[in-house]
């Protein structure tokens, strides 16, 4: 398996543009994490999904962060219009979920992204 | 779920055990620990989690105190490569609770 794939791997926009960061989560997963994370806050939790439906998006700063996982293959992170302080690496996790026994949460690369 | 205390930074000499301490003294009793490390610029790796016994595997050993308040991950045999930041999390492992939350982690540094 190719692990948890992330596109692009960086990204450099201009303050008020759409982004948007793809993820395409390792094949039979059934939950998704986004992270974000900056050497100030470190490593936050944005929002997560299980079979496709959004669990928790308390971590999602603001109205101009927005996520979808239209199927469980591929999921997006918008940002609209991005701000400077958005700047930071956005990393996508997959694992299988259920109950019992823990499964490992697998990390993509991530995406570097860079709001001038 | 329960807060963890970690320190911010420890050096170990090549070939040296690493013993990184975790403190997660309001842990209750159905909430595991769990370490994750993540090595510069890479997304974070699963290491190991335990609930009250202590655990083994090919990558590290996991003690826990009597008391679940606090842990050590021991890296036995610390490579140049295990330099990265180590994350100890508390979480109930429950179908519902799905969520894996990172604090600021401690700093590892091995030296030749």
């Known amino acids: 398996d190719a692990g948890v794939i992330q596109s692009p791997r960086h990204e450099v926009t201009e303050m008020g543009q759409e982004v948007t960061l793809r993820c395409k989560p390792i094949?039979?997963?059934?939950?998704l994490f986004w992270y974000r994370q900056t050497m100030m806050r470190g490593l936050e939790l944005l929002i997560y999904?299980?079979?496709?439906?959004?669990?928790?998006d308390s971590g999602m700063p603001e109205d101009r962060f927005s996520a979808k996982m239209p199927n469980a293959s591929f999921s997006t992170l918008k940002i609209q219009p991005s701000e400077p302080r958005d700047s930071a690496v956005y990393f996508c996790?997959?694992?299988?979920?259920?109950?019992?026994?823990?499964?490992?949460?697998?990390f993509g690369p991530g995406t570097r992204l860079t709001v001038l | 779920d329960a807060k963890t205390t970690q320190p911010p930074s420890m050096d170990c000499a090549e070939g040296r055990a690493a013993n990184l301490p975790c403190n997660h003294s309001?842990?209750?009793?159905?909430?595991?620990v769990y370490w994750y490390r993540q090595i510069h610029s890479q997304g974070p790796q699963y290491i190991i989690h335990?609930?009250?016994n202590n655990e083994t595997n090919e990558m590290a050993s996991l003690i826990i105190t009597e008391d679940r308040k606090s842990s050590t991950l021991i890296l036995p045999h610390a490579t140049l490569r295990d330099t990265a930041v180590y994350y100890c999390?508390?979480?109930?492992?429950?179908?519902?609770?799905?969520?894996?939350?990172f604090g600021a982690g401690t700093r590892l540094t091995v030296k030749p």
């Open positions: 996790a997959s694992r299988t979920s259920g109950t019992g026994s823990y499964n490992e949460q697998f």
């Open positions: 094949s039979g997963h059934n939950s």
């Open positions: 999904f299980n079979n496709n439906v959004p669990i928790d």
């Open positions: 309001t842990i209750s009793g159905n909430e595991y």
């Open positions: 335990g609930l009250k």
């Open positions: 999390i508390v979480r109930r492992n429950s179908y519902n609770n799905n969520d894996m939350r």
